[in-house]
Nanobody, 124 residues
Framework: QVQLRESGGGLVQAGGSLQLSCAAS????????LGWFRQGPGKEREFVAA???????YYADSVKGRFTISRDNAKNTPYLRMNGLKPEDTAVYYC??????????????????WGQGTQVTVSS
């Protein structure tokens, strides 16, 4: 059983930047795709970005060009660099790991392990 924990959230003004990190209780094998999701107030959890073992990446249209997902090669845990933040990016951000995705998956149900989330608040 892998436990994930996010860090790096906070309060930032519109246009600012944050970097989120995700720590794991153990090393996540290369069989797992790493992802970031977010859940805004009154909204469903939505896909943000994902990265595969070969460093291929996939982004939601709403964050493309502003957010960058990367990973720690040693532990296979994800980072999320967020630039040009907007008030609509305000949400709890979650890291996740999904086993043997043969294509990038955007549905939360396709991911096996989740962190507890970190709050990102963007003020206007």
């Amino acid at each position: 059983q892998v436990q994930l924990r996010e860090s790096g959230g906070g309060l930032v003004q519109a246009g600012g930047s944050l970097q989120l990190s995700c720590a794991a209780s153990g090393r996540i094998s290369a069989d797992y795709v790493l992802g970031w999701f977010r859940q805004g107030p009154g909204k469903e959890r939505e896909f943000v970005a994902a990265i595969a073992y070969n460093d291929n990446t996939y982004y939601a249209d709403s964050v493309k060009g502003r957010f960058t997902i990367s990973r720690d090669n040693a532990k296979n845990t994800p980072y999320l660099r967020m630039n040009g933040l907007k008030p609509e990016d305000t949400a709890v951000y979650y890291c996740a790991a999904g086993y043997r995705h043969y294509q990038f998956e955007v549905e939360p149900s396709k991911y096996d392990y989740w962190g507890q989330g970190t709050q990102v608040t963007v003020s206007s």
